[in-house]
């Protein structure tokens, strides 16, 4: 916590332990924890009662911590998609779900809310796959529904 708020562990650990002697936290270090906290779905409005504010002037501030949040927050995971012409064969079909005549918006939401099930259709990959893939120098691995075993090297099969 310390470090998300870009504080020193001591000056943190102060206001947890039996050395801070005042009842409420300070408005703009409550603020502050607050916005952090926020980020692990926890009520703003919950936080900023710590510092002493009833419901009505929690609110506010809550919907301002809020407001403040990034729309996304991004993450790096080591991720191993399907090839070009499983996922080709993937949008083809999620592509039959939009209606004819749909606005560009809708056909977002509608492929927004079938893109996991597409991906898990489209099969998982292997271990030895990737790595086939990787030592290959980097040639496009099938899927596990297009994968021809005969195209894959006899001792990783």
Do not use: W
Not at 28 to 50: G, I, N, S, T
Not at 127 to 149: I, K, M, N, P, W
């Amino acid at each position: 916590m310390a470090s998300a708020l870009d504080m020193p562990l001591g000056t943190y650990s102060a206001y947890e332990s039996s050395r801070y002697k005042k009842p409420l936290l300070p408005l703009d270090f409550a603020r502050r924890v607050a916005a952090v906290l926020a980020q692990h779905k926890v009520d703003p409005a919950e936080v900023m009662k710590l510092a002493g504010l009833n419901g009505e002037e929690a609110e506010p501030e809550a919907r301002e911590i809020e407001a403040q949040r990034p729309a996304f927050v991004s993450i790096t995971l080591p991720v191993i998609l399907p090839s070009e012409v499983a996922l080709r064969d993937m949008f083809r079909s999620l592509l039959v779900l939009v209606p004819e005549g749909a606005t560009k918006d809708e056909a977002a939401a509608i492929l927004a809310r079938r893109l996991p099930t597409g991906l898990a259709a489209c099969g998982p990959l292997s271990l030895d796959q990737a790595t086939v893939a990787s030592l290959g120098g980097g040639e496009a691995v099938q899927s596990h529904a297009t994968d021809h075993r005969g195209s894959l090297p006899p001792s990783r099969i």
